[in-house]
């Protein structure tokens, strides 16, 4: 179910994009760091102290982008980003 499946191209196929159809990469965790990658660049910039991260999750039915934080989350975390919710948690901090 997360892994990637081929859509059918209904082009003319005069520019031979239906030449086996295209490979839909919208339920690749790695699609989704595009969205996670820019709204964690915009919590740095609200609160450059805070020390966090963004990573995407599947929650069992959807993508979700999740913001683990070791102390106080970022200030300004959107509830949903570029359509996908956004999850805030607290990490345990790494033993030293």
């Known amino acids: 179910m997360n892994g990637p ?12 994009s239906s030449e086996g159809g ?9 699609t989704l760091m595009i969205y ?12 450059p102290g ?4 963004v990573s995407p999750r599947w929650n069992g039915w959807r993508w979700e982008l ?15 980003w570029c359509g996908h919710r956004v999850v ?3 990490s345990k901090a790494p033993d030293a």
């Open 88 to 90: 805030v948690e607290r």
């Open 50 to 53: 805070a020390k966090f991260e």
């Open 5 to 16: 499946s081929f859509v059918g191209s209904l082009s003319s196929g005069v520019d031979g």
């Open 36 to 47: 996670a990658l820019p709204l964690a660049s915009k919590l740095r910039r609200g609160g």
């Open 22 to 30: 295209r490979l839909s990469s919208s339920r690749l965790a790695s």
């Open 66 to 80: 999740v913001v683990s934080c070791t102390g106080a989350p970022p200030p300004g975390v959107p509830e949903l």
